[in-house]
């Protein structure tokens, strides 16, 4: 996964995590770091947006294009160690926990590459037409997933 998309999967993920008072104060921690640092050292402000609903789709286009649009923000080694510890976080939640904060999907067919990244993905069928990265903690399917 490229670290743009890395950053914001993770920011993603950590709102969806902290909305549902899943994770502990390790997750809570890690999330709270990367946003203050993004915050702070970034003018990032999208975070707002996400922590208020980390549902919406629009809201999540909206982080991943802010992250995308701050390049110097990706190449800061504090970020990425932030954004690896939120993983790290995110990736041992229990399969209970995980079930708030996951993925699930019939199917999914990207033209170029899929990328997801979740405490668990669950789904029936995952096709790239490139590359295909899943990471989770748990990955449910039917075995039919294609690359």
Do not use: C
Request: hydrophobic share 45%; aromatic share 4%; glycine share 10%.
């Amino acid at each position: 996964m490229e670290p743009a998309s890395a950053i914001a999967a993770a920011l993603i993920a950590g709102a969806m995590a902290v909305s549902h008072e899943i994770g502990g104060l390790a997750l809570k921690d890690a999330y709270g770091a990367l946003k203050k640092v993004l915050e702070d050292g970034y003018a990032f402000v999208t975070s707002k947006l996400i922590d208020a609903d980390p549902k919406n789709e629009a809201f999540k286009g909206a982080v991943e294009s802010e992250i995308a649009g701050k390049p110097e923000a990706v190449r800061d080694k504090s970020v990425q160690d932030l954004t690896r510890q939120l993983l790290d976080a995110l990736a041992s939640l229990s399969d209970a926990d995980s079930s708030h904060a996951g993925i699930d999907v019939k199917r999914i067919k990207a033209g170029r590459d899929l990328i997801a990244s979740s405490g668990w993905i669950r789904g029936e069928e995952f096709e790239g037409g490139r590359d295909v990265i899943l990471s989770a903690q748990s990955l449910y399917g039917d075995g039919r997933g294609k690359a």
